[in-house]
């Protein structure tokens, strides 16, 4: 049993597709999950000099890990769930902040129908069932950045459940087969968000901004159906891919818009699920994997010492790497949920339900939102599959880089190029690029007009394909010219002069009889010395196919040199 | 002028007997010659004034706004008022100005009222007096010889109100006579796009039409309100009330409410448990009272609540907190909510059998003396207070207390008028007949204020003996 079993990194994107190396799998029945090895010395997670020092045991029954998230969405809306204060993203501290948010006596809360609507559509997206009826409950806690001393939430009956996710996760040593897991969707329910503290230490002092207190979130619950750290973080992925798309949630983890909690735990499979703990806020896709694979070997090795699993809430120290329990949380936490007697409940509609003289600014009509519904990722990977015949794996890149898909498909307008190309060379040469730089595909300096004006210099064979990189590096650097500009600049178009290149490939013939002595010999690597040397002399202008038939054809037996008055060839 | 109804005041005011200035500086002296009864919390005088400056300005003009322009109105203490400290009588809100007014504040001052300033009540409103979340509205009128009314749940905005029991609280108003509560509630009732429980039902103004023939109306009476503990006065003036009603020709039936004596142990639960959670607000971060203890948060919260709060509060926070613990929420809040849902159902059942109104007892008595009324403790004393006002509040009805009669001690006593959710303008028509026919004797507010000067004399010995 080689290899790790939980990887952190893809060779595709950051973290597109769980990518399981089938090779390495193991485990009793687990069919594509990542069963976690609980021997000692085959630590399955990667970085942990602690457990891999250990020794292993004879006879020990192997580990599964169960993981389910709870998922913050921030609702893109104007305004916020309950008032009217606009939604900003760093703004100055304490600026957006009506009167109900900073919880004046007498205030009481609106709903935001927008809120409601994102949450419908959301609920909608994920195969759930929309209850018709929801409630309002207050979750009661005392903290600085809550200045009600309560959440509005939906404990009770929520807007959304019983729904289901699909997410795409690649196996196979080349990782070019996709196989779809499903995740359930518990429920989806309409929330605030809090305000956020700022704790300065060293003055002891805590800052409180109210920008963020009552801003709509919706939490999304997905059933523990997970298995590891790159499952849940694939799953999140498309999440956020979907709320993306619906226009419900800008899901930007760096920004907050998204904030994932874990629930794990891990048991002997075939016996009861374990006890589980909470890793709370993973802001980042990252420490999400990370945070999840080291909780699942921490409660191994706990439990494996003859310790024991504390229900406990833990965060994780992306420093240190580990989770730790959090002092905040310790004791039991009775948040005293009680029914919020400002709202009434919320009544959504059907076509069917819709009272016939209803306002439509006051009734929710769900059959009007679900045609409303917009593509949704999986339906736009099937269709780049379909209509480019491309990889799977390269559909699920595409989707994965915000705007990437929009650049490909403007290069692909403009270009002759065949699809499998510019797929090649938006994920390979173009996204390569930006990641090396760390530049969003909005931020390029190369626009999909170049890119495809490039791409059909390279289909009518005008330039070689190292030329081609050469005026990429080109354009990415100097921006304003056109790949045409560049090439002429930099003398880089292939030498269409037939009779110039054989007597090119005549003189290196000629200088180099060795060479050609080894080629006549059999020697089968020899030709391509030759045809190396034929480029360089032409500045690597030359197609090398066409060198190639010059020179075999000077080479074959029976040759008269004479200039040949064939055109191009075509490339095989 | 002072004794008079809004009406005549509004006719004298707009005939140019009197200017708003003046009827605006005749209230203050008033109120500065009963000063030591503690009724008003704050007086805004120089608001007061310069609203009389432009209600005399718009008279002048000929430009009313209408019925309640330059008529003197006070709010209590628990509705929010731009600018003006708004303090719920506790030390926890002790200097909090909003910046805001609650809609039917609004609502007032858009019509040209004054505002003469904010009236005391117990800690949070908790006990007795313009807000009616257990009777707060109806008994007060009743032993002070006035209207009271108490409007459907959601027919009033709570917007600005500082909250008790958010499912019960009802702004209440206090008038001298049916026809001025209807004027009153006719600029209040309404949607408020800011209380997302008031009715989306355009509200018609509210026109009182006189009765003059009873004999389609149907008056129960309910059975479990005669208990034990009225007082024989009351008693008998209820049932004159009711003879009074069958003598022109009404149906008076007997009716049951049969869960009515649950009420106040089921208030008990509910409101505590609102109470609860509606004051985990007042921490001391965003304002009103802050402790000086700074070591951690947690100890500036606990300091600063148990300085800002009373004993009374802090018993129902307490209690409340406990009835919603996870365990304790299904045998505590969910059966309360339960036996809520029972006593609003008494009230479907009575009104879908034929009765228009009930009739019924506001108080027990009439009021006590200061030394008696200490004598109980919060709890029991509203227990007494609110048995015949409670259940409505638990049901969301409307319900109007009349000034009825004088005591042999010549102290008022209100009888109450219950009516269907949203009928409140036929709840106020049977009230207004009723008015009529009883005729309770205009106050006297000159005697009153000669007898004030009196014991303004005294004022030292008053308050004295009204701080024990």
Known sequence: ?572 | MLGRTLREVSAALKQGQITPTELCQKCLSLIKKTKFLNAYITVSEEVALKQAEESEKRYKQGHSLGDLDGIPVAVKDNFSTAGIETTCASNMLKGYVPPYNATVVQKLLDQGALLMGKTNLDEFAMGALGSDTGGSTRNPAAHCGLVGLKPSYGLVSRHGLIPLVNSMDVPGILTRCVDDAAIVLGVLAGHDPKDSTTIQDPVKPFMLSSLTDVSKLCVGIPKEYLTPELSSEIRSLWSKAANLFESEGAKVIEVSLPHTSYSIVCYHVLCTSEVASNMARFDGLEYGHRCDIDVSTEAMYAATRREGFNDVVRGRILSGNFFLLKENYENYFVKAQKVRRLIANDFVNVFNSGVDVLLTPTTLSEAVPYTEFIKEDNRTRSAQDDIFTQAVNMAGLPAVSVPTALSHQGLPIGLQFIGRAFCDQQLLTVAKWFEKQVQFPVIQIQELMDNCSSVFENEKLASVSLKQ
């Open chain 1, 1 to 572: 049993m080689a290899g790790p079993m939980l990887r952190w990194c893809c060779p595709v994107g950051r973290w597109a597709l769980a990518c399981i190396d089938g090779g390495s799998r193991y485990g009793r029945g687990a069919a594509t999950g990542c069963t976690s090895s609980g021997k000692r010395g085959q630590s399955s997670v990667a970085q942990q000099p602690r457990i891999t020092a250990q020794k292993p045991r004879k006879g020990e029954h192997e580990w599964a890990a169960v993981v389910g998230l709870e998922i913050h969405a921030q609702i893109s809306s104007n305004s916020k769930l309950f008032s009217g204060s606009q939604v900003h993203f760093a703004a100055p501290p304490n600026s957006l902040v009506s009167f109900f948010d900073a919880s004046l006596p007498g205030t009481l809360p609106v709903l935001n129908r927008r809120c409601v609507e994102a949450a419908v559509m959301t609920g909608l997206a994920l195969n759930c069932r929309i209850n018709k009826k929801s409630l309002f409950d207050r979750k009661h806690y005392f903290y600085a950045d809550l200045p009600a001393g309560y959440q509005i939430t939906q404990q009770r009956l929520p807007i959304a459940v019983n729904g289901s996710m699909v997410y795409g996760v690649c196996v196979g040593k080349k990782r070019s087969q996709v196989i779809n897991k499903t995740v359930r969707v518990k429920q989806i329910q309409l929330e605030q968000d809090s305000g956020k503290s700022l704790h300065d230490d060293l003055r002891s002092q805590t800052l409180i901004d109210l920008n963020r207190a009552g801003v709509g979130l919706l939490e999304v619950v997905l059933e523990p159906d997970m298995s590891c750290g790159e499952e849940a973080a694939t799953a999140v992925r498309e999440l956020q891919l979907i709320l993306q798309a619906l226009g419900t949630s800008r899901a930007n983890m760096a920004e907050g818009q998204l904030r994932v909690d874990a629930n794990i735990s891990v048991h002997h499979p075939g016996e009861p699920l374990g006890i589980r703990t909470e890793v709370k806020n993973l802001n980042s896709a990252r420490f999400l994997a990370k945070a999840i694979d080291y909780e699942i070997q921490r409660q191994i090795n706990e439990l494996e010492n003859g310790g024991e699993i504390l229900n406990e809430t833990r965060s994780f120290d992306y420093k240190l790497g580990c989770t730790v329990p959090m002092r905040d949380k310790e004791g039991k936490q009775d948040y005293r949920f009680m029914p919020e007697p400002n709202l009434p409940p919320l009544l959504l509609y059907d076509a069917e339900s819709l009272p016939t003289a209803a306002d439509p600014q006051q009734v929710i009509n769900i059959d009007q939102i679900r045609e409303q519904l917009p593509e949704l990722p999986s339906v736009t990977r099937e269709k780049l599959v379909q209509r480019y015949g491309m990889l799977p794996e390269h559909s699920f890149a595409l989707l994965n880089e915000v705007g990437l898909l929009e650049f490909f498909q403007n290069v692909i307008k403009e270009t002759r190029a065949e699809p499998k190309k510019v797929t090649s060379w938006v994920l390979n040469t173009f996204l390569g690029f930006l990641k090396q730089q760390n530049l969003a595909v909005s931020e390029s300096p190369v626009t999909p007009s170049a890119l495809a004006e490039l791409l059909n210099l390279l289909d009518r064979k005008a330039i070689s394909s190292s030329a081609a990189k050469q005026v990429f590096e080109e354009l990415w650097r100097s921006k304003g010219k056109t790949p045409a500009q560049i090439v002429s600049e930099k003398k880089l178009e292939l030498m269409q002069d037939q009779e110039a290149l054989e007597q090119l490939c005549h003189a290196v013939m000629e200088g180099h009889p060795q060479v050609v002595t080894d080629v006549k010999k059999g020697n089968p690597r020899a030709i391509n010395k030759l045809i190396g040397l034929v480029r360089k002399a032409t500045l690597s202008r030359a197609d090398p196919t066409v060198i190639k038939e010059i020179l075999e054809k000077k080479l074959s037996p029976g040759d008269v040199s004479g200039p040949s008055a064939r055109g191009r060839t075509v490339q095989p």
